[in-house]
């Protein structure tokens, strides 16, 4: 199993762990409910937590953080700029393209899954989430 | 952490707050022919995020309805149907159960019917089968209710029965290749492979052996490429789907085998077939979309008469704080920061003119820095007003069901226009317009706009029309209810007046005088009490409600071609321009607003005493009503009672909304200055006369005076021979 | 307006309670006395001459201002036709607090003019005694014993003042003429 690890080269402090810096992800979402829980959960299992309120806050976040998040968890349905373009738009740019990045989406039916995936999302979490699903998620890409 | 979650719900109600008026001014461009995909979107986004929210605190009911109302949207966003107007009403009505729910949820409103959730989902769903064959299954695509986890932030004991069968024996083996465009989604088959370790949770069996064959020499080898490929061995207690799933984001950008060695295969029967992500999915909701059968839960009893539980619900409700929380734009708190930066500049130069000799120059030098921070001061004062400011848009679109469902009920076919609905207004204002505005606009419905036959025989337009708007006029806002009906039938409200004992038989009053009887306490022109305004609440109550905000109403009315209700409200209740006045050893404070001039009183000012005791005075030839504040105020003259000399007095011309003006005497007038408005009804009750309190410099309190009120009641006692009051003064 | 601490150094009352939710303040008028619950009162301030408010019934003395609210003064003397002490330099005012009688939701804040306050004293140690439905007056909530029990002060009855009753009196009705009339 190393072999993969150098070929990606790795990302891994774990969350948990006293010592380690916070790994940070970034939320957009333009539901302000959605985004208490995000932080929430997250912030409950030792993520430090930068968010974006659409496509287009999104990107402006990261322009802006110190900290390059290790995963971007993002809505689909979003003013201005939604999830797919988003997504999108963070692949294009070399800084950014290769955070994993999980959508947030209500319901998942495949023709959506298909676009995700297009897009170049690296996975997708059903709402409404449950903790141990988001951390599982968050835990699978920043491992 | 149960207070957490409540401070979220609390936060979600807020969203539905902000979506539900955006679905409807979404909805109204719709219904007026914008097709525009934008609105289309907001519209979708708006059901679609109160839905999202709903799940997450396992609201079902809510969430099922705003569901089908999705999938019909979305019809109309993949452009399967044509939002013609039958469709769009549709929408709108499910706009109002939507609505309504969100009520429910929150402990605002009463249950919503079953029966009602029940028929807006049937007509839902005929717009989603009329969207064609995607209707039916692409609603059933998605977890229906059933299937939602509500969110709890403590108690994980979900998904963890389905994987492990401990006794199933045998192996395994996922065979894995990633392809290139794993790696342009930033997956990584490390991930792949800690999600599956993460399957074998009893740390039985994980091998894991890469193959590397494929590998190019390292000098061709593209990072960018995928070269490897992987074989995991897993218990064979691990099922299928626990694998397919595993492998549900990487879809086709991985290639995937799964074999067994040994043993009986996964228990709990049937695994579905390996690599079909969607089956899981796709099948069991589509039954429980059907609209024949609405949720069980809870059993409402269908023909027991259920109002009075309904009503015992309502009283229960826990009266949801109104958001003690303000969303305020960037831009008003760096205007704000900016100002506060002058102010500590403006406070470092007048440090500097302070430590000057002294002498004229420095003297110039702070007057100068005074008059600075002065006019800043009440830049940052108004700045800070501007925080609390909202437009009205939020009420103004709630008003269009109100006249939707008015004009259903009264079947007349009305429009509703709003104007000016951008146009702010303090916070708490905005808050408690509702319902006023509600009344009137039933009101209008109801009374205002004649019904469509006699509307035809007038030569009118049949569809009525309401205008609702929104301005600033002269330091106040204005919002007026204007409809095209056959305006105020004055012979008829004066007659019904009398009849009512109102006023007298023999009162001659003037057309406005006329008007102005709509708002007396119990008056009401409708021959029927009907469904709409006749509820018991007269448009006294109204005038009430607009008066606690420091407002006033004007009825301006034409026989023919309408009524127009102006509500002038103050800016802010926070703060306002006060004149000081000196009456009988209190200070007082009369609004700037309402005075229009001062004057003195000379030997040779004309002042007329009228054979009912009432008191007038000419000024330009006109003659004012005149009174003695602290006789209206009842204060008792601290130099005795006897005679109070008018002589070299001041008089306040002021004049309340309509226009009407009267004369106020007090002992004398003092400067002018801002004041902040202090409820006085808090702790206290109303008092006649008085509409607020502020404090003073010194901390003590000073009245304000409740102008228009004196000004009405001056006026009628000159007016109105029979008023008991001119009797008892006269005496 | 300088606030005073409820209890008064002439006093010296050791059967306080620890926990202070129990505690009675002794307030006199005149030669009457008085007691209230000490956790219906936020502070205790020295009087000044209040805003005259229009159309009050006699025993409001008029509006203060605390701490940027308005309220009202009662006199407690003249609302319960108690002569107080002449010529009295300084006199307080209790500043109560109760349930507006009209909404439960909402507190009232209004204040007692009197004479002085006397002592704090334990009222949960002491029994207090609904009044009689027929004789009692409808501005006291109870009685209850005070003294004796050291031997050296005989036994007193003293009424527990019913804020809320006296709370219901001052918000009311409107004052005067309703501005609503036609």
Known sequence: ?143 | MASVNDEILQIFFQECQEQLPVLESGLSSLDSGDYDPETVNAVFRAVHSIKGGAASFGLERLVRFAHTFESALDCLRSKTVEPTSEIVRTFIQSMDVLSDLVSEADGSGEHVPDDRIANHEKSLLSVIEMGGGSGPSEIGASPAPADFTPMAFEGFDLEDDLELTPDSSGLVIVGFRPLDDLYRRADDPRNILSALKALNAEDEVFLVECDKSALPPLADLDVEKSYLSWSVTLPGSVTDEAITEVFDWTGDACEMTISRIGGDGPEGGGAPPAGEESAATEEAPTVQNEPAKPAPPPPAPASVTPIPVREAQKARAPRRPQDATIRVDLPRIDGLMDLVGEMVIAMSSMEAACSMPHGQAREDEVKQCLGGIKSLTRDIQDSVMGLRAQPVKSVFQRMQRVVREASQIAKKSIILELEGENTEVDRTIVEQLTDPLTHMLRNAVDHGVESTEKRLANGKPKEGKIILSAGHRSGRIVISIKDDGGGINKQRVLQIAKEKGIVSLDAALSDDEINELIFAPGFSTAATISDLSGRGVGMDVVKQAIQALGGRVSIKSEEGVGTTFDLSLPLTLAVMDGMFVECRGNRMVVPLASTVETMKIYPETRINRLPNGGMAVALRGDFLPLVVLGDELGLHDPAGLAGYDLLGKDILVVENESGAKAAIVVDSIHQQAQVVIKSLDKNYKDVAGVSAATILGDGSVALIIDVPSIVSTVTRRLDTRSNPASKKRAA | MSELPPSNPEQSDNDISLNGSEQGIILAVGLSQYCVPILQVSTIIEYERPTTIPHSPRYVEGAINLRGNIIPVVNLGTYLDVEPTPDLDHRYVVIAETPDPNDAQEIIVFGLLIDKVVRIFDMAARTVQPISADGGKSDLSGLVMLGGEDGKSAAEMIGVLDLAAIAAQVKGKPAGLSSMEF
């Open chain 1, 1 to 143: 199993m190393p072999d993969s690890a150098t070929v990606q080269g790795g990302v891994s402090a774990s969350p948990t762990a006293a010592d380690a810096p916070k790994t940070c992800v970034l939320t957009v979402d333009d539901s302000r409910t959605m985004q208490m829980m995000l932080r929430n959960t997250l912030e409950a299992a030792g993520y430090e937590v930068i968010q974006g309120e659409d496509g287009v806050d999104g990107l402006h976040v990261l322009e802006a953080t110190k900290s390059i998040p290790s995963a971007i968890i993002t809505d689909i349905n979003m003013p201005r700029m939604d999830g797919f373009g988003f997504i999108e738009a963070v692949r294009k740019d070399d800084r950014f393209r290769r955070i994993p990045m999980i959508c947030l989406t209500t319901e998942v039916d495949p023709e959506k899954k298909k676009r995700a995936r297009e897009a170049g999302a690296t996975g997708w979490i059903v709402k409404p989430f449950n903790p141990q699903s988001l951390i599982g998620a968050i835990r699978r890409v920043t491992a």
